[in-house]
């Protein structure tokens, strides 16, 4: 049988995360086509908390067991579970969830980078008067450690991105599954002085039933345009599918399942880091996708 051949003229931009040589993008073709002896690969992140949950039905009891601390949980995800890169979110910043003051956001973030040794990806709380101040002061306490900082909007990208720039991390810039909205904020970031290997998209996720076809389309428009040689739409994708699934009343009694149908609806549109909370469902969509890897 003949190998396809390809005609595009782009490819996806490659961010390196951390420390250890790990990288999300740099393809060449849609995802899973076997172009030239081009594979696709994506990455898969660990989402945890700034604090030990309490009740939460998307943290089973198993997998924070022996768990004491955010620290210890990254650990768990790395040893236990293979973990490549963690996602730490910073819920406990939010008012109605205890409002931690900076300075103990910046310690548990040095704790989680120091045991589990892990490239880091910090997820801002959504309110942008908390993450100006947080996610700034991260990008500038941590320099050196090539974090992904997330994440800047059109209306707040100039309070953070001036520091995340400066101190060598990179950037996800989010939008409202608009593809003008998110090619204009990664031209402005461009113009703030990030290369191409700094800016990560994130095009908003929506899980399976609650508007995930919405973000998986806008993602494959801007997947052919940016292989077909739009720059300003070459960023590869980061999607927080974890979250968005188990807010889903279907999650209650098939969370994994919905976790892990969900993920492979957006590695097949092109996702490029998959940000999850469950070993079971990131155990189902490698079993799933194995056969294409």
């Known amino acids: 049988m003949k190998k396809f051949e390809d005609s595009f003229s782009g490819t996806v931009s490659k961010v390196s995360i951390g420390k250890n040589n790990l990288s999300a993008g740099g393809e060449g073709c849609l995802p899973f086509y076997d172009v030239s002896g081009r594979k696709y690969e994506f990455l898969t992140a660990y989402e945890i908390l700034d604090k030990i949950p309490e009740n939460l039905p998307e943290y089973p009891a198993d997998l924070l067991k022996g768990v004491g601390s955010p620290a210890e949980w990254a650990l768990k995800c790395r040893d236990s579970f293979g973990a490549e890169a963690i996602c730490l979110n910073l819920l406990s910043m939010k008012p109605d969830e205890g409002g931690t003051d900076t300075t103990s956001s910046l310690r548990c973030i040095s704790e989680v980078l120091s045991l589990s040794n892990l490239p880091l990806i910090l ?4 309110i942008a008067e908390i ?36 101190n060598g991390h990179s950037i996800v810039a989010e939008s409202p599954v608009d593809i003008n909205i998110a090619k204009q904020l990664n031209i402005l970031l461009r113009e703030m002085g990030f290369g191409d290997d700094r800016i990560i998209s994130d095009p908003t996720t929506g899980a399976l039933g609650y508007g995930l076809e919405y973000s998986c389309s806008i993602m494959e428009r801007a997947r052919l345009a940016g292989l077909s040689g739009d720059k300003a739409l070459s960023c590869p994708f980061i999607n927080f599918i974890g979250s968005e699934s188990w807010r889903s009343r279907e999650a209650e009694s098939s969370g994994a399942i919905w976790e892990a149908a969900t993920a492979q609806a957006f590695v097949l549109a092109g996702c490029s880091i998959a940000v999850m909370r469950s070993p079971e469902a990131v155990r189902l969509l490698n079993k799933s996708l194995a056969s294409f890897r």
């Open 131 to 166: 993450d100006n101040g947080i996610l700034a002061s991260a990008a500038r306490e941590f320099k050196g450690e090539n974090l992904v900082i997330a994440s800047v909007t059109l209306e707040n990208y100039r309070e953070i991105a001036g520091a995340v720039l400066e």
């Open 123 to 126: 997820r801002g709380t959504g």
